[in-house]
């Protein structure tokens, strides 16, 4: 199993434990993770104010793989939707991407012919790995872990473009590889909620607010031991963004947020080290120490 | 409330009839003339949820109704986090979140592109990605053991200066 491995903007600079743990995780599967050099933003931003710019962007990187004769799998939603959803334009409609192989010829760039699968890396390890084949080879259970998984939005939606491989209102497939672990993922209500990461340059205060929500409904439920998300995007919400929620509301959250090759590698019985644990702005420590590693 | 959600009295003469025709015809914008204003959308926005002054349904009926201008020079139609719930459960399959993505690109066109997009297109024009991947940010990955990642990427800024993104940031007007 080969993939090309699209890390996008966030990942590399603010999401370093995330592809550190991916990597690992991949290595252990026996997943082969080839880097993409030169490869830079999906287009997802510039979607805001230019589609014609994200959309030629996006055949960039769907090109590179192409012509790297693999499969192109993301770590982040927002790639992961943003490339998905250009894919499923530019495969379909043969104007479109004529013209927008215009735009990249005018930039420079090769065309894209239009044969590159988009994965993201939760799904890849659901559908090419699966939860069975993961629970054996588990070698520290994580039982009594108590999580509320975080699946976001750009993991499965729009449906139209994903195909429904997963439901937007109940989702899934994160849970049963979180569950696969021996963890218990909980349900909490509202559980798919948005983590309001798409407006953060544009109002922040709404945008963290939408992300406290969901973190207050997490401490509300009581003994719940980690969030567990698979979005670089999503933990900035919520890791990066909990002590300035915690001193505008006075209330303690504490709250770790592990993203799921994290977590899956603490199974594996992988070095926590090297599996990046030591970057979370809110320390894992309880978990570790209640799986004694 | 803030001013942009307050009820107004409409003025005949300011409205466009022509507008939502207009937005019919961009990429995304091809079905708003089915919506019937039932506001699933709005009931479901995260969004709206906390904050006012957004609000999906009302942004329909002002381009059904023709008001342009207060469409496109005013703040709410940045304030999508694009979750797509609401397009998920649009009775109507109006593609709501794509409608947005479309009055944000034709505000753009029109010079009034968010001013928080512009730093974002600079950063991603000399950069290739949104954050500056310096000596420091390297130093960082080789102590876990990941590669090393150059710090320009010279494609995405000839895919902006060739669309006229640039160029278009540089060119703003003030929103009201």
Redesign the interface.
């Given at each position: 199993m080969k993939y090309a491995l699209f890390?996008?903007?966030?990942i590399?600079?603010?999401g370093?434990?995330y592809?550190?743990s991916a990597?690992k995780v991949a290595e252990f599967l026996g997943i082969e993770l080839v880097?993409m050099?030169?490869?830079?933003?999906c287009g997802m931003?510039?979607?805001?104010?230019?589609?014609?710019?994200s959309l030629?962007?996006s055949a960039?990187a769907l090109q590179q793989a192409e012509e790297m004769g693999l499969e192109l799998v993301t770590l982040c939603s927002a790639c992961n939707s943003t490339l998905t959803e250009a894919a499923h334009l530019l495969h379909e409609d043969k104007e479109l991407r004529e013209k927008t192989n215009a735009?990249?010829k005018?930039?420079?760039?090769k065309p894209y012919g239009g044969t590159t699968k988009v994965w993201h890396f939760t799904r890849l390890l659901h559908e090419k790995i699966g939860p069975e084949k993961i629970a054996d080879l588990i070698k520290t259970p994580l039982s009594g872990v108590k999580i509320v998984s975080h699946a976001g939005?750009h993991y499965l939606?729009?449906?139209t473009v994903f195909g429904g491989f997963d439901s937007?209102?109940d989702p899934v497939t994160l849970d049963a590889l979180i569950e696969a672990t021996g963890a218990e993922s909980v349900q909490i209500i509202n559980r798919?909620?948005?983590c309001?990461?798409?407006?953060l340059?544009?109002?922040e205060d709404?945008?963290v607010?939408?992300a406290g929500?969901k973190l207050k409904r997490i401490i509300d439920a009581g003994d719940i031991d980690a969030m567990v998300l698979h979005c670089p995007f999503c933990n900035i919400m919520y890791e990066s963004h909990q002590k300035k929620l915690e001193r505008d509301s006075g209330e303690k959250i504490d709250l770790p947020i592990i993203f799921l090759p994290e977590l899956l590698g603490l199974a594996f019985g992988l070095d926590t080290k090297?599996l990046?644990f030591g970057?979370h702005k809110v320390k894992p420590s309880a978990i570790l120490e209640k799986l004694g590693v | 409330m803030s001013d942009s959600t307050k009820a107004s009295t409409i003025s005949d003469s300011r409205l466009k009839p022509k507008f939502k025709t207009e937005v019919s015809e961009l990429f995304g914008g091809e079905r708003i003339k089915s919506c019937f204003q039932c506001g699933t959308c709005t009931a479901s926005c995260p969004v709206r949820a906390v904050d006012e002054s957004y609000n999906p349904r009302k942004i329909i009926r002002m381009v059904l109704l023709g008001m342009r201008d207060e469409v496109l020079k005013q703040e709410p139609i940045w304030l999508c986090t694009y979750c797509y719930t609401c397009q998920e459960r649009c009775p109507q399959d109006v593609g709501i979140t794509d409608l947005v993505f479309a009055l944000k690109n034709l505000a753009t066109k029109e010079g009034y592109m968010h001013p928080s997009m512009v730093p974002q297109v600079d950063i991603l024009s000399q950069f290739g990605r949104l954050y500056e991947m310096t000596d420091f940010d390297n130093k960082k990955r080789a102590k876990l053991g990941l590669p090393t990642l150059e710090n320009k990427q010279e494609s995405i800024d000839s895919i902006l200066d060739s669309t006229g993104l640039k160029d278009a940031a540089s060119k703003r007007k003030g929103s009201e």
């Open positions: 890390l996008g903007c966030t590399p600079a603010r370093l434990h592809e550190a990597r880097d050099p030169g490869a830079g933003c931003p510039i979607r805001n104010v230019n589609q014609t710019s030629a962007m960039a735009t990249l005018k930039a420079g760039k939005c939606k729009p449906r937007p209102e798919n909620e948005c309001g990461g798409g407006i340059g544009f109002k709404t945008s607010k939408i929500g090297e990046g970057q | -």
